[in-house]
């Protein structure tokens, strides 16, 4: 009995029940507190802005004209635009373009990228020279300068009050006005926003498609659609959620920028940007109208930094115990 202890003892390391990667990336990210702060900030904006209608104290269109550019007081804990409007209540609805923002480029880039990385990368040969030499084109071009030019052709061809509602071009109007201007903000982040993570798959995917286990499914004549979906997809799957996760702060600077620069959402709806554009003129005067908006798009910011950091180190496979 002595004897099968101390057996059991030495043996215990090897008997011990192996973890899956993301069990112990999960492990890891839960000790890390920076990117716990970070999701906790982000999940606590999430809520804020998809209950915005119950949070905020005032409507985001609603002002007073006896309270223009009125300083933080009890009734508006951080003043009043030149409008008026609660700035409390407009950050909080400005949250919902942001996230928007970047839930639906990261997805958009993710959902494209991977497919796109994928085909290149697993095919090869001509089909990979196609593909990467369109990549390569649109790289050519500043992605900033691309979204936009983007977002100016889209405001001036969809803009225009004589359209037929019952066209295309009527139709995606309609939808642009019903979201306030989001929807084009959508289609410019996403036309240019899978290009870099197109190219992380390709490359893995052409690392991947060489392993031992691959080549042993073709040696058994497993379907060349069986082997991507199978063994080569849930390989580059984890990197590629890693590299979007950082990307995310991009997408909201994107946003925040075109919003800024008059190219994004469509007053009233509320937007950091707009926010900052709105209150930079008087800011010498009243610089709590520039304040707020910087502070929650760098708070933000500084939350998905902490948090996709921390992804990055939780589940990148090179890390030790």
Request: include cysteine.
């Amino acid at each position: 009995m002595a004897l099968r202890r101390k057996n059991l003892h030495l043996g215990g390391e090897i008997e011990r029940k192996p973890r899956s990667l993301w069990r112990d990336g999960m492990r890891r990210l839960l000790k890390n507190r920076a990117a716990i702060g970070g999701g906790v900030i982000v999940l606590t904006i999430a809520l804020a802005a998809i209950f915005a209608n119950f949070v905020a104290p005032y409507s985001y269109v609603e002002g007073d004209i006896l309270n223009n550019y009125a300083g933080p007081s009890a009734a508006h804990p951080l003043g009043c635009d030149f409008m008026g409007r609660d700035l409390l209540s407009r950050l909080i609805y400005g949250a919902r373009v942001s996230l928007a923002a970047a839930i639906v480029g990261a997805v958009t880039a993710f959902t494209i990228g991977v497919t796109f990385g994928l085909i290149s990368g697993f095919f090869g040969g001509k089909t990979d020279n196609i593909m990467m030499r369109f990549v390569d084109i649109m790289y050519s071009f500043p992605t900033l300068l691309l979204i936009i030019l983007l977002m100016v052709y889209f405001k001036s061809s969809f803009s225009t009050v004589t359209m037929d509602p019952h066209s295309f071009r009527g139709i995606l109007s309609s939808i642009d006005r019903g979201m306030g201007g989001m929807f084009f903000i959508f289609v410019g982040i996403g036309l240019t926003s899978w290009l870099g993570m197109a190219r992380l798959v390709r490359a893995m995917t052409l690392s991947v498609r060489e392993k031992e286990y691959v080549e042993a499914a073709r040696a058994v004549g497993t379907p060349r659609f069986r082997i991507l979906f199978r063994h080569v997809f849930p390989n580059v799957l984890g990197p590629a959620i890693v590299a979007q996760a950082l990307q995310i702060p991009g997408f909201i600077l994107y946003e925040a920028f075109l919003s800024f620069i008059g190219l994004g959402v469509n007053p009233p709806t509320p937007s950091w940007g707009m926010m900052l554009s709105d209150g930079y003129q008087a800011m010498r005067s009243y610089f709590h109208l520039v304040l707020w908006p910087a502070l929650a798009i760098s708070i933000t910011l500084f939350a998905f930094n902490f948090l996709g950091d921390g992804v990055r180190d939780a589940f990148d496979p090179r890390q030790t115990r």
